[in-house]
DNA sequence: TTAATCATGTAACACGTTACATGATTGC
DNA sequence: GCAATCATGTAACGTGTTACATGATTAA
C-alpha cells in the first residue's frame, strides 16, 4: 500500500522524501502513517522497479536534495493498482484484540479502558479541528480540482468512524455498569 | 499483537498451532487474520521467551501433536499488554488509501468501486449470519462465563463498522451522482 | 544558544504473506 | 478413489518499527 500511496502523491507533482514524509504527517495521517526510513527504502524499490526517477538538484549553502517524479510506467501502476478488485475492506483492529481478551481484567479497570478510547477520539476531533487535512491547498497544487471530492471523503469516513467508535464505547462501558450493578444487588 | 492474541487463547486453555489457527479462522477472523506459518514461528518466539511451555503428545496411529500451554510468566506478560497505555487504537487503513487517490479514474469507475464495498459489506453481515462467531461454545469451554461480555462487544463492533461503512458509500455514490448530473446540466 | 525545520539515510529487528512440502485419517 | 480435515513446518520475500547518524539553516 506505501508503495501506491508514494506513487499517488508523486503524480500530484515532483517531491524529496522529506516532503512525502511531510504529506502523510499532515493529511494523510488518519489513516496512514510513515517514518522516513521506510519512506527512503520504498523509493529506492520504486526507482528500481522503473516507477519514479530522481534527480538531484543542489541549493545555494544547503545540501543537495533529491526530487521523485512519477514515470509512465509508474502511472501505468498507479492505475493498475487503482483498477484492480481488491477494495482493501479486510483490516486489522487492535483495538478489537485488546478488548475481546479483557475479561481478565475487572470491570472497573476495563471501563477505564473503555474511557481512555474516548479521550482518544477527542484527541482525535480537537486534532481535526486545529489542523484539518489542507485541502484547499493541495486543490491549487493539483490540475485536477474534482480530486478533491475524494480528499473530502476520506475526512467525511474519519468522521464518521469516529462517531461510531466513540458511540460504541458509550455502550461498552452501559453495559460494564449494568453488570456491577446487577452483582451489587444479589 | 498476534503474540498477545495467541497468550490470550492459551490462557483459555491448552491448544495445538493448528487448533490457534482454526480459532483465528472462525472466531477472530473479522478483527484479525493469521496463517499456520506465521502461528508456528510465534510459538517458537514465544517459547524462547518463557510465555508458554509444550508437551508432545502421541495419538494412536495419528502423527504427534504439540500441546502448547501458557506459563506463569505467560500470564504476567499478558496482563501487562492488557493493562499498558497503548489501546491500539490508530490503524492503517488500505480503503483510505484507494480512496483517496481515485480522482485519477472516472466518476463511472468510482462509483462501481464504492458499490463493490457494499456488496463487501453484505457478504460480511451473510457470513455473520451464516456462521456467527461461537460465543456460547467459548462460554463453556471457560471457566469464567464473564468473558462473553467482551467476545460480544467486538461482534457489536463489528456490526456498527459494517453500516457505519455501508452509509459512508451511499453518501459516496450520491455525491458522484451528483456531480455527474452538474456537468450534464452544463 | 537552543530548538525547530530541512534533508538524507543505515542497521537491525519485528511482523505479515505467499508458496512450497509432507503425510495420516475420516467421510462421501 | 477423492476431497476435506488434522497436523507440522521451512524459505523467501515484503512491509513496518525503532534506534542511530549526520549536518546545515532559520527563528525565538
Request: charged content about 25%.
Amino acid at each position: 500500500m506505501l508503495k501506491h500511496g508514494i506513487l499517488g502523491l508523486l503524480n500530484y507533482g515532483a517531491m524529496t522524501g522529506y516532503d512525502i514524509m511531510l504529506t502523510f504527517k499532515n493529511s494523510l495521517r488518519f489513516f496512514w502513517s510513515a517514518q522516513t526510513s521506510q519512506i527512503y527504502r520504498e523509493l529506492q524499490t520504486l526507482k528500481n522497479k522503473g516507477w519514479v526517477k530522481d534527480e538531484n538538484i543542489s541549493q545555494n549553502g544547503k545540501p543537495d536534495k533529491k526530487l521523485f517524479s512519477i514515470t509512465a510506467s509508474g502511472k501505468e501502476e498507479l492505475n493498475r493498482w487503482l483498477l484492480e478488485d481488491d477494495t482493501g475492506f479486510e483490516t486489522k483492529s487492535p483495538i478489537l484484540m485488546k478488548t475481546f481478551f479483557r475479561g481478565e481484567r475487572s470491570i472497573e479497570e476495563n471501563v477505564e479502558f473503555f474511557k481512555r478510547i474516548q479521550a482518544e477520539c477527542q484527541e482525535f476531533i480537537s486534532g481535526m479541528q486545529a489542523s484539518p487535512p489542507n485541502i484547499t491547498k493541495y486543490q491549487k497544487m493539483v490540475k485536477n480540482p474534482e480530486n478533491a471530492i475524494y480528499w473530502k471523503m476520506t475526512i467525511e469516513y474519519g468522521i464518521m468512524y469516529i462517531k461510531m467508535v466513540n458511540e460504541w464505547t458509550n455502550k461498552c462501558i452501559q453495559e460494564l455498569e449494568d453488570l456491577k450493578n446487577e452483582s451489587t444487588d444479589d
